[in-house]
């Protein structure tokens, strides 16, 4: 088993950028791949990124394409997620899972984060 943390999260303005952090410890995290998931007030968990065991593929919603970079650093069982010009809209909790493979679908990842949050201001 593995256990997800994130770290990051918080206020910025509309424009700026964030990096979220997601430190794993348990098994190898270098087994797992990992997805970044985000869920707003009253709206389902979607998908926002993912990336592969090794980090040489990585997946993005059509809504991250351009302005959000998944990477990870195995060394340091470190995934991350930089999230630059920041709309309103990308306010929500991120949550960070692993999993066997870089899925889109949340139900794919046994292993998840308790998720933190994300304000973009007007």
């Known amino acids: 088993q593995v256990h997800v943390v994130e770290s990051g999260g918080g206020l910025v303005q509309a424009g700026g950028s964030l990096r979220l952090s997601c430190a794993a410890s348990?098994?190898?995290?270098?087994?797992?791949?990992v997805g970044w998931f985000r869920q707003a007030p009253g709206k389902e968990r979607e998908f926002a990124a993912s990336i592969n065991k090794s980090g040489q593929f990585t997946y993005y919603a059509d809504s991250a394409k351009g302005r959000f970079t998944i990477s990870r650093d195995n060394v340091k069982n470190t995934v991350y997620l930089q999230m630059n010009s920041l709309k309103v809209d990308d306010t929500a909790v991120y949550y960070c899972a692993a999993g066997s493979a870089p899925f889109r679908v949340s139900k794919s990842y046994p292993y998840w984060g308790q998720g933190i949050q994300v304000i973009v201001s007007s």
């Open positions: 348990g098994r190898t995290f270098s087994n797992y791949a």
